[in-house]
């Protein structure tokens, strides 16, 4: 009987263990679901917080964009502003406004205060030391730019100021606008390196364009060449990067040496000089000489270099009298040449990969630079000063070819 007991008790408690574990699992089952509509509905709040933000992005990237426009362009819409708030970045300093060409060197030697202050009194006047090798946020440049603005809202009552200009938001931006320009400046300035990286770069711009246009000219010229010496493909030979250089200079700068060379060849004030390359052979630069006069009778309306070719062909050409009498004053030379030993060093690189005939080179110069290659051909070019026509070079163009031979001769002879 008590077994009996027992046993029933024992499958009672079974009955209710197995009760509870269906409990438990149905529990476990609705955790289970409701976990999964979470992880849904939290990967849905990420996508949109996701779309949310490149939205806003894509919102600032606009912004952004139509701010520096309108930054950028604001000038331009406001100019009687400018010159309100421009004297009043140098007037803060202790500087005179209207002294225009030193202004902003007179700025670059300012230096800032050691004791991290925005401005000293000076006979009772602030004179402010603002630091613009520092950010435009610097609690000094901060202090500076709040000055100028206050100076340039108090301005209203002067007649330069139109309703348009006078609003916070444009003073403003004009105001940081031009304060980033004069520091640009002025970090240029005060870095000698800087100073001389750019003053390089603008003189080796101009050298360049005088180059071009020399180079330009003498293409222009190779047509009445090619009819008048009878070859062909001579613009081969032609490249900007083969040109001498045209040198301008101040007239107090102008050494006494180059000046008597200006003298000896009828050149006067503002005339460039010519730097010519050591490389280039002398019946090469005889033959640009030559280009060159070819231009210069062109320019005039004077006649082409095929008349003498066109005259023993049988054609009808003018008479010499007629070519003495339409060659004006506008004809003759506008540089000088500098000394041979002042060529410069400057290696045919051509930009073009203009190729370098044999011909074209100094045969001593190319013995020394075998790193240079060459290509043979233009053989006509070897003799070429031989043939040259007495018309067809300028008085100082035949005394310098001379110069440059004579020079050429001593060199060989010096083992240079």
Not at 10 to 38: C, G, H
Request: a neutral charge; glycine letters at 6%; hydrophobic letters at 30%.
């Amino acid at each position: 009987m008590n077994y009996n007991n027992f046993q029933q008790q024992l499958l009672t408690e079974m009955q209710k263990m197995n009760a509870r574990l269906a409990a438990v699992e149905s529990a476990s089952q609705i955790i289970l679901a409701n976990q999964q509509t979470a992880n849904e509905r939290a990967e849905q709040h990420e996508n949109a917080l996701k779309e949310l933000l490149t939205s806003v992005e894509a919102l600032m990237a606009s912004g952004a964009s139509k701010s520096t426009a309108g930054k950028k362009n604001i000038s331009n819409k406001h100019p009687d502003l400018k010159p309100i708030i421009q004297p009043i970045f140098f007037e803060l300093c202790g500087i005179d406004h209207k002294v225009r060409g030193e202004r902003t060197e007179l700025l670059a030697q300012i230096p800032p205060l050691e004791n991290g202050e925005a401005y000293e009194t000076v006979d009772g006047v602030k004179e402010w030391r603002p630091r613009w090798a520092a950010k435009i946020d610097d609690k000094v440049n901060t202090l500076y730019i709040a000055e100028v603005i206050d100076r340039v809202w108090d301005n209203e009552t002067t007649p330069e100021m139109k309703d348009d200009d006078y609003k916070c938001s444009v003073i403003t931006t004009m105001t940081k606008s031009y304060w980033r320009n004069l520091s640009q400046q002025i970090s240029i300035l005060v870095s000698a390196e800087k100073v001389e990286k750019l003053t390089n770069k603008q003189t080796n711009s101009r050298r360049r364009g005088r180059r071009q246009t020399v180079t330009n000219h003498r293409r222009g010229a190779i047509p009445d060449f090619e009819k008048s010496y009878e070859c062909e493909g001579s613009v081969a030979l032609i490249d900007m990067d083969y040109g001498s250089d045209y040198v301008s200079y101040e007239e107090g700068e102008l050494s006494t040496d180059s000046a008597e060379r200006r003298k000896d060849q009828n050149q006067g004030k503002g005339s460039q000089k010519v730097v010519g390359l050591e490389w280039r052979s002398l019946n090469y630069i005889a033959f640009l000489r030559v280009l060159d006069e070819i231009h210069r009778h062109r320019k005039s309306g004077g006649d082409n270099k095929g008349v003498e070719t066109n005259a023993q062909e049988g054609t009808a050409g003018p008479p010499s009298k007629r070519r003495k009498v339409t060659k004006p004053k506008d004809l003759h030379k506008t540089t000088f040449d500098a000394r041979p030993s002042k060529m410069s060093s400057r290696l045919p690189k051509s930009g073009k990969s203009t190729v370098l005939f044999n011909t074209m080179v100094n045969a001593a110069w190319l013995e020394a630079h075998k790193e240079v290659k060459v290509v043979e051909g233009m053989e006509w070019l070897k003799d070429f000063r031989k043939s040259i026509r007495e018309e067809d070079l300028a008085a100082e163009d035949k005394k310098y070819l001379d110069e440059l031979e004579e020079w050429n001769a001593d060199e060989e002879d010096n083992g240079n």
